[in-house]
């Protein structure tokens, strides 16, 4: 695999979501947990969305449960994210991002970055238009602090 553009990943309808269907855009990757303390975050991550969007970004939320802090399905999670952060950016179905049974994305992004072992919720991946890693960012950096990153990445054609 070499770049982001080679994964599918599963939407939360069950239908396959190529990331190859974004080539060309800006993506923010971020392992989400709805009853995490920084899933205020999912506003943050939705105004970045809304502002950047029409220029070629998207962020995916991959929810995960590796720390025990989602809900006990996919459509619960869903749902949560949109009623209570007013979540419009695609959702997909839980994964793994740690361990024997991880998706091969977050596989990859760790690789990648250079860092191992995802450490917490909101770990979020900045990839470029090509496909390739920018930025790693930690769980606690909220989504305003990296905006000019995303800016500035939009600007790399």
């Known amino acids: 695999m ?16 190529p990331l190859a269907n974004y080539k060309g855009q800006v993506l923010l990757i ?7 303390g920084l899933a205020p975050q ?14 070629g970004f998207t962020v995916l939320g991959l929810p ?18 949109q009623m209570h952060y007013g979540v419009t950016f695609p959702m997909t179905k839980r994964v793994a991002v ?20 995802i450490k917490w919720n909101y770990t979020k991946f900045l990839i470029g238009r090509d496909g390739q890693l920018l930025h790693r960012y930690a769980p606690t950096t909220k989504p305003e602090k990296f905006a000019a990153d995303v800016a500035v990445a939009l600007e790399v054609k």
Do not use: I, W
């Not at 070499?2 to 979501?17: A, H, I, R």
């Not at 999912?42 to 220029?55: N, S, V």
């Open 2 to 17: 070499t770049s982001v553009y080679d994964f599918k990943e599963t939407e939360m309808n069950g239908q396959s979501l």
């Open 30 to 36: 971020v392992n989400t947990a709805s009853k995490c």
């Open 42 to 55: 999912l506003t943050g991550l939705e105004k970045l969305y809304k502002q950047f969007h029409d220029q």
């Open 64 to 81: 995960s449960n590796q720390f025990h802090q989602e809900l006990d399905t996919d459509e619960a999670a869903s749902e949560y994210c």
């Open 98 to 117: 740690n361990g024997d049974d991880e998706d091969p994305l977050f596989t990859y992004l760790k690789d990648a970055s250079g860092h191992g072992r």
